[in-house]
């Protein structure tokens, strides 16, 4: 029932005494940290109202042990109540938006994120956070990128080197399905180039990216 993605979420946060399960849904990430001790209590929240009803069914058992809550992104929350937060299943736009908004009020929380598809506006938000750690994830033929925000540690800038294309992988690629990506990714790039015309403005970036990624797919740096 509860997608490796989000197993996956859970093994990069360390134990939890109250975590908030941002843009919840079906609320499986929190009944996973419940059901297995890694979180004592947890706040599932979403911006509607029928999502919320799916997480009251799935946390049903841990009903003493977990609050729905209504809202945009991370306004549900005061700041000195949770240590971890998550917010996984979204686009990098929408990520985004929720941290342009009240990231700044939870400065000593660890931030578990998530992002589906073009991860690239979400690294370049956090070129000026902490990065404590990435992972990447494959299921059903998709790519997840995972990025563990933490005070303390390098920043995006630091570990990603900056420039657009870069921040499609940031430090990933030094890993096996982080390159995978990347040659699915140069795939991607060789359709998009067939389809336009040689003068078309939009082939010099892919073709910045393409010798970009061809450099990383080959690196032998771990
Ligand atoms: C695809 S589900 C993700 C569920 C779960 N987090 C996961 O990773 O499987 C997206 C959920 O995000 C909620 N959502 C979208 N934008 C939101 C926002 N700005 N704040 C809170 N919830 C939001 C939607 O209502 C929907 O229930």
């Known amino acids: 029932m509860v997608p490796e993605r989000l197993i996956r979420l859970a093994k990069l946060a360390g134990p939890i005494k109250t975590g908030a399960d941002i843009a919840c849904d079906h609320a499986y990430l929190s009944y996973y940290l419940l059901k297995h001790n890694q979180a004592n209590f947890m706040i599932a929240t979403d911006i509607k109202a029928n999502p919320l009803e799916n997480a009251k069914r799935t946390l049903k058992p841990f009903r003493d042990r977990s609050e729905l809550r209504l809202g945009f992104g991370l306004q549900p929350l005061t700041p000195s109540e949770v240590d971890t937060i998550f917010i996984s299943g979204l686009g ?131």
């Open 92 to 222: 990098a736009e929408t990520i985004v938006e929720i941290l342009q908004e009240g990231m700044e009020r939870f400065l000593n929380a660890t931030f578990v994120l998530q992002v589906n598809g073009n991860p690239s506006p979400l690294r370049a938000f956090l070129m000026s956070k902490s990065i404590f750690t990435e992972d990447i994830v494959k299921e059903n033929r998709h790519y997840y990128q995972i990025i563990v925000v933490k005070e303390g540690y390098k920043k995006g800038e630091q570990i990603w080197q900056g420039g657009v294309p870069i921040l499609r992988i940031g430090s990933l690629y030094r890993s096996e399905l982080g390159r995978e990506y990347l040659s699915k990714r140069l795939g991607d790039i060789e359709e998009a180039l067939s389809g336009l015309l040689p003068d078309d403005p939009r082939g010099k970036d892919l073709r910045a990216e393409r010798s970009l990624f061809q450099e990383l797919v080959n690196t032998k740096e771990r």
